[in-house]
């Protein structure tokens, strides 16, 4: 199991950016693949970003490719989602996500993850 803290959220206008930071408990975080979802009212989770555990590969959903860019930092524990040109349709509470995985593949499926963290809201004005 590995503890997640997200961070970062908060309210912008559209056309804003902002970086979402996920720092995880685990010592052993380069072995997790990392993704981020996102929920908005009413909605279920969908996916957004995936990153593999060596930060080779990743993936978008169609939604935000373009937009947004994941990575990581093994060496600090720490995932990032930077949003750039922001959309009022974003708005939604943002997660991120482990599952332990040395596979070079992505990993956009949400039940494929097992530990998550408790939500950063990001709000987008129009």
């Known amino acids: 199991q590995v503890q997640l803290v997200e961070s970062g959220g908060g309210l912008v206008q559209a056309g804003a950016s902002l970086r979402l930071s996920c720092t995880a408990s685990?010592?052993?975080?380069?072995?997790?693949?990392m993704g981020w979802f996102r929920q908005a009212p009413g909605k279920e989770r969908e996916f957004v970003a995936t990153i593999n555990w060596s930060g080779g590969r990743t993936d978008y959903a169609d939604s935000v490719k373009g937009r947004f860019t994941i990575s990581r930092d093994n060496a600090k524990n720490t995932m990032f989602l930077q949003m750039n040109s922001l959309k009022p349709e974003d708005t939604a509470v943002y997660y991120c996500?482990?599952?332990?995985?040395?596979?070079?593949?992505?990993?956009?499926?949400?039940?494929?993850?097992?530990?998550w963290g408790q939500g950063t809201q990001v709000t987008v004005s129009s």
């Open positions: 996500a482990a599952v332990w995985s040395k596979a070079d593949m992505v990993i956009r499926r949400r039940s494929s993850y097992n530990n």
């Open positions: 685990a010592r052993t975080f380069s072995n997790y693949a």
